[in-house]
């Protein structure tokens, strides 16, 4: 099957930056769109933003011009790097990816990771 695992969460104060890490495998014939989302508990999941196969990227308006999106196809892992953090910014960061699986046709599965803990200090 696939797994994701996310990677790179952390204390931060601030002002500081963190970069995340979401790294897809198993028996993946191509991923497609990927996104991270974020929650903080007694709160709904919220979209931080996403990326698609055409590596257009998207962002929530909190996190405009302070996050920034990328993938690496080749390793099929999608990356956040997240600058200027703020308190409001904690949270557990998940990631989430379309996946083409082989022998399966052209269906996409869906996929989440465990989380990852981003924890930022005034």
């Known amino acids: 099957q696939v797994q994701l695992v996310e990677s790179g969460g952390g204390s931060v104060q601030a002002g500081g930056s963190l970069r995340l890490s979401c790294a897809a495998s198993?028996?993946?014939?191509?991923?497609?769109?990927m996104d991270w989302y974020r929650q903080v508990p007694g709160n709904e999941r919220e979209l931080v933003g996403g990326?698609?196969?055409?590596?257009?990227?998207r962002y929530a308006d909190s996190v405009k011009g302070r996050f920034t999106i990328s993938r690496d196809n080749a390793r099929n892992t999608m990356y956040l790097q997240m600058d200027s953090l703020k308190p409001e910014d904690t949270a557990v960061y998940y990631c989430n990816a379309r996946v083409q699986i082989h022998f399966r046709g052209s269906r996409l599965y869906t996929y989440w990771g465990q989380g990852t803990q981003v924890a930022v200090s005034s």
């Open positions: 990326i698609d196969s055409a590596d257009i990227t």
């Open positions: 198993g028996t993946i014939f191509s991923v497609d769109g």
